[in-house]
Every structure is written in C-alpha cells, then in structure tokens.
C-alpha cells in the first residue's frame, strides 16, 4: 500500500486542510487537519493511523506551493512630484518633473508578490540637471521580470540675472 503522496498548489494558496479516514472505526488518525502559512516551497506533512491492535502506520502527503510568476508593482511613489499617468500595476513607463533645487530623490516600491524574494524597495537616487531616467526591475518568483522606468525632469533655473558685472575701460 502507497503510503507516500504528492500535492501541488497554485501560489495563491496559502494554506491546505488534510483529512484523513481510517478504514475502520476502531483506528484513529493524528497529524491531519489544516495547516497555515504555506510559503513557496515543498513540505511534507505526517499522518499517523494507529490500528485497534496497536499497529501504526504512517504517510507522508508533501505539499508543493508554486513560486508567483506576478512580477507586477502594487505601488509606486516618489518623494518629489507627481508621477504621470497615474501609477498602474501594468503601466511601466511614468514621467516626474521636479524643481532645479531637488537632487536626492527617494522612489518607493510595493510589491504585488508576498513571497520572501520579492522585496519592497526605498531608492535614493540623485537628480541631475535635465532628462534622469531610473529603472526599477521587479522579479517574481518563478524569474519573470517587469521593468518601471520612471523619468524625472529637473527644471531649468528660473531666475534671469546675473552674478558679476564688470566694466573695463
């Protein structure tokens, strides 16, 4: 009699309920019920069936949860700006247009993937005079990866005047 078993779950399964049934009413059976918080990966899980007689027999039922493949964004912000269009999980290019005196600029991520290789993200970046252009790469888990690019736009200076004024002869 088999007594090892396989399942395999979609990433957006994060928790399963085993049942197990003895074939007769005089056994009884331990280490089924629902089990919580499934990360990707495979973990196997023991049910144990103890006879009348005291005979003990147990399977292994291993549970595989699926890597995402959303390699999308939930958020996207900057700390300067606005982003234009709108953020959008599936929009990936956004222009910012900020005044000539920001140069630290902080864009931060939210990813749509809980999985613990996708990470949230607070980047830093200077802002050059003119056309910055930053792109953000989200991974998912199954190695799909979507690209945001987000060009920021420092103004020109505004002021017309000049520094020195010199008048030779």
């Known amino acids: 009699e088999e007594s090892t078993y396989t399942v395999e779950v979609e990433n957006n399964v994060p928790s399963i309920t085993l049942t197990a049934t003895p074939n007769n009413d005089e056994a009884t059976a331990t280490g089924d019920g629902l089990k919580e918080n499934l990360q990707v990966g495979s973990y196997p899980f023991t049910i144990t069936v103890t006879a009348g007689?005291?005979?003990?027999?147990?399977?292994?039922?291993?549970?595989?949860?699926?890597?995402?493949?959303?390699?999308?964004?939930?958020?996207?912000?900057?700390?300067?700006?606005?982003?234009?269009?709108?953020?959008?999980?599936?929009e990936t290019t956004y222009t910012v247009e900020v005044d000539n005196n920001v140069t630290p600029m902080t864009l931060t991520t939210k990813t749509n993937n809980d999985e613990p290789t996708a990470t949230d993200a607070v980047i830093k970046e200077n802002v050059q005079g003119g056309s910055n252009t930053f792109t953000i790469k989200e991974n998912a888990g199954k190695g799909n990866v979507k690209d945001y690019t987000v060009t920021v736009t420092r103004k020109g200076r505004k002021e017309a005047t000049v520094r020195n004024v010199t008048v030779s002869t």
């Open 53 to 90: 007689n005291g005979n003990v027999k147990a399977y292994t039922v291993t549970v595989t949860r699926k890597a995402s493949s959303d390699a999308t964004l939930s958020n996207l912000t900057v700390s300067t700006g606005t982003l234009s269009p709108a953020f959008s999980s599936e």
